[in-house]
């Protein structure tokens, strides 16, 4: 059990007073102090004594902390903004829980007690939720578990709503990747996802933003020093780039949980490469409408639908190159291992995005199933990000 003096701000009076904090691994209580009786001429008797009785006394009162608000923390998500703004709340955070149950905004005396308190909460929700996971894969099949879900932000699409995030609960589960607006609490909810696409055909990315000096992300970001307003993002933000190329950006809390979700995604897309093993499109190749399949083991093959009757096969390895026109049409380049010679393979698909992510997808499990560290290496999060 983790306790702490805060301050519980009240946005509307803007006023703020001191509350007690108590966090267990399933609760954040919120205690209020009050005065309580704790001894009077009646306690603990059944009688009352007489005026001058010498064991009667006058009633007795203290300040006790008292419990006043449980928040669970199971499916519980945390906030930083304001909400429908995008000013960083500065020193503070509030806990949601699944049914709505707020905590109020709580603040803290000192940024190292804000940050200690923040990542205390999370680690408390992470590991429920990994309890909730556990739980729901014991009712999936070993292709159909989920390897990580949680609270996200995505930022809403348009002119009008360019500065504000609403919360996502986002999952990577067998073959897929889901956004819900809420969490999945059932196997039936599953089906009720907001979005879902195939995690082969997704791109998942750390924004650049993060290629900054490391004591200012550390200063101003984790601990949350100051308040920033950014122009077109969260601090903490990574997006997934859909078929024809729909892209969701989402920002987290930490910059733990952006690391994690980075390594997640990847996890999770490898797993799907190597358990399906190989993806096929329907594409146009010199006038004719073809089969182009993306395979683990043999890489590129071009073949005819009805006869399948292969026309070309490049490994992996031969591709050297690629151009495309940003909507249907997409060139190869191949290197021909008997004479050495580029050759150029323009192809056409209905979804060009998918297909160029599904190839980004087997290579990269490719590459990583020869070179375990190799994705570790380019990660962005955990080489640019402080461990929360």
Known sequence: TKTAIALLYDEESENTYDVRLKLTKEV???????????????????????????????????????????????????????????????????????????????RFYTAQDGADWLRAVSANIRELTLQNMKMANKCCSPSNQVVHMGWVNEKLQGADSSQTFRPKFLALKGPSFYVFSTPPV??????????????????????????AEDCWLQANLYLGLQDFEFEDQRPYCFSVVASHGKSHVFNVELGSELAVWEKSFQRATFMEV?????????????????????????????????TKNVL?????????????????????????????????????????????????????????SVDPGFMENQSLARKYMFSS
Request: hydrophobic fraction near 40%; charge should be positive.
């Open 312 to 368: 070309w096969r490049f490994k992996f390895s031969q591709l050297k190159g690629s151009s495309d026109d940003g909507k249907t049409r997409v060139k190869l380049l191949f290197q021909n291992l008997d004479t050495k010679q580029i050759e150029t393979k323009e192809l056409e698909f209905q979804d060009l995005t998918a297909v160029l992510h599904c190839i980004h997808s087997f290579i990269a499990a490719k590459v990583a």
């Open 28 to 106: 954040l209580t919120i205690q209020k102090q009050d005065v309580v009786c704790v001894g009077g001429s009646n306690q603990g008797r059944n009688a009352p004594s007489s005026p001058s009785s010498p064991i009667a006394k006058d009633p007795r009162y203290e300040k006790r902390w008292l419990d006043t608000l449980s928040v669970p923390l199971s499916m519980a998500r945390i906030s930083r903004y304001k909400a429908g703004a995008e000013k960083l709340r500065w020193n503070a955070f509030e806990v949601l829980a699944l049914d709505g149950v707020s905590s109020g905004i709580l």
């Open 186 to 211: 059932s196997t039936f909810d599953w089906v009720r996802a907001e979005r879902t696409y195939h995690l082969c055909e997704v791109l998942f990315k750390v924004h650049k933003f993060w290629l």
């Open 274 to 306: 190597q358990r399906t093993g190989s993806r096929t499109y329907m594409c146009s190749w010199q006038g004719e409408m073809l089969c182009f399949t993306v395979d683990f083991a043999l890489g590129f093959t071009c073949f005819e639908s009805k």
